[in-house]
């Protein structure tokens, strides 16, 4: 038996590809620095050759994975990685379903229409189609959201099967943001009900003062809610007239979204 061990080692050891390792360190390297780092900086905190970083990085910028900005000297990730992670979830038909009712969506509404999906533990924001106003939301694709004081994370949460739910729930800490932020479980599930009455969720300043968001989820062939789309905007823009036009816009879009996957108000959920 002793002498299997040290076999098995040498055998795993003949297998490994030391510059791809060295590539994917540099990926999850950057998915640490979103401002983008050099040459020189990745280098030094990878303990890489600057020959072998070199030719990584260029490998990956000619492939898409990365972008160089010839004025910072930086590079970035690129949104390749996003679009491969995202079709990993199986719903790789989903993003080119949403991108133009999206855009759709913000032709109606002014605002900047957004659309995310849950991650691990929390949501990931995908994309947005932005608004038309001087004064806008810019979101980063991969950008985390929370569930408990988001539109889309509610959206989602409240159409989510009791066992999948409570596994989310099992991973929220209900940070605090302001006096409006929801930072009990129990006044969560009760806000998750009012969601599945309405049809829609809202975050009324819950994470920032002055800001508002409104949203609704999407829904796949089998019932499951997949992602969200919502809206964000100031609070003096949002009128009560313009929020209902709003809430009826948002609504239209998803049914005709979850339409496209297969989805009828008879799939249970």
Known sequence: MESVIPNMEK??????????????????????HPQGETLQDIKSKLDISQTTAYRILNTLVRLDYLNYNEDTKRYKLSRKLL????????????????????????????????????????????????GHHTFRFVLSPGKP???HCSAPGKAIMAYLPNTVRDR????????RYNSRTITTREAYLEELERVRKVGYAMDNEEELNGV?????????????P???????????????????????????VVQSISAELGYSKNTKK
Request: proline residues 3%; contains cysteine; aromatic residues 12%.
């Open 11 to 32: 055998g795993e050891e003949n297998y490994k590809v030391p510059n791809l390792e060295k590539g994917i360190a540099v990926l999850e390297y950057l998915s640490l």
């Open 83 to 130: 679009t491969l992670g995202f079709r990993s979830l199986n719903e790789h038909n989903l993003l080119e379903t949403v991108l133009p009712r999206l855009r759709d969506l913000r032709d109606r509404v002014g605002e900047t229409a957004c659309f995310g999906v849950l991650g691990n533990e929390k949501g990931i924001f995908i994309e947005q189609a932005q």
């Open 145 to 147: 959201f929370e569930l």
């Open 168 to 175: 989310y729930l099992s991973y929220m800490t209900f940070a």
């Open 212 to 224: 508002i968001c409104v949203g609704a989820p999407i829904f796949n062939y089998t019932g499951y």
């Open 226 to 252: 997949c992602g969200a789309i919502w809206i964000s905007g100031p609070k003096d823009r949002l009128t009560k007239e313009i929020f209902r036009s709003t809430v009826d816009n948002i609504k239209e």
